[in-house]
């Protein structure tokens, strides 16, 4: 079974500064691993993916994400944020050996961004 | 390409009562998952269908089903609704198991 844990349920950062999302996963087999957002009264958009190819991930919108086996995170960064950043942010594992794919979600991580 | 549709956007129903939503996936993609997503949550798996049937499934009691069509879109259907169903129903559609799903912008359950 796999699991991912979230840490802080809310994030205040002010415009221009550093974004860190944390995320540490759980699971039994070399994992994929996902970030999506959320925008209020939306659905979920795809930030990027890690399907075991380069550990460092670039994704839409200037955020990108490492992924580091030794720690079980992947946490999400972003040099400078924007308040257009303002969201809810879910990080998701699932297990690509069994075949479906299937993400499996954190609780979500609100992130605030001060002007 | 209108991505992935949901319908209703809003719906407030009793307890006890039944409730179908609706999906339209991606155009391309053969193969739709539903979630639920309470109020401060994650969205959790329902379950999962591909060509008509159910392929996989989450832990969900028996009281949610599903539907998939020929041209695959889907149904979510919940009988003898609790309060605790109401939630954000949300469907991503998939090109079979490709890792890549996209979501719609859900319908918003309440039970009153």
């Known amino acids: 079974a796999q699991s991912v844990t979230q840490l802080g349920s809310h994030v205040s950062v002010s415009e221009g500064a550093l974004v860190l999302l944390r995320c540490n996963y759980s699971?039994?087999?070399?994992?994929?691993l996902f970030w999506y957002v959320q925008y209020p009264n939306q659905g979920l958009q795809l930030l990027l993916k890690?399907?075991?190819?380069?550990?460092l991930v670039k994704g839409i919108n200037g955020f990108e994400a490492e992924f580091k086996k030794s720690e079980t995170s992947f946490h999400l960064t972003k040099p400078s944020a924007h308040m257009s950043d303002a969201a809810e942010y879910f990080c998701?594992?699932?297990?690509?050996?069994?075949?479906?794919?299937?993400?499996?979600f954190g609780r979500g991580t609100s992130l605030i961004v001060h002007p | 390409d209108a991505g992935v549709t949901q319908s209703p956007t809003h719906l407030i129903k009793t307890r006890g009562q039944q409730v179908t939503l609706r999906c339209s996936p991606k155009?391309?993609?053969?193969?739709v998952s539903w979630y639920q997503q309470a109020l401060g949550q994650g969205p959790q798996f329902i379950f999962q269908?591909?060509?008509?049937?159910?392929?996989q499934r989450g832990n969900f009691p028996d009281r949610f089903s599903g539907h998939q069509f020929p041209n695959y879109s889907s149904e979510l259907n919940v009988n003898a609704l609790l309060l605790g169903d109401s939630a954000l129903y949300l469907c991503?559609?998939?090109?079979?198991?490709?890792?890549?799903?996209?979501f719609g912008q859900g319908t918003r359950l309440t039970v009153v």
């Open positions: 699971s039994s087999v070399p994992p994929y």
């Open positions: 991503a559609s998939t090109f079979d198991r490709n890792t890549e799903a996209f």
């Open positions: 269908y591909y060509e008509e049937e159910e392929r």
């Open positions: 998701a594992v699932s297990d690509p050996t069994g075949g479906s794919y299937i993400p499996t």
């Open positions: 155009s391309g993609h053969d193969t």
């Open positions: 890690y399907t075991s190819a380069a550990t």
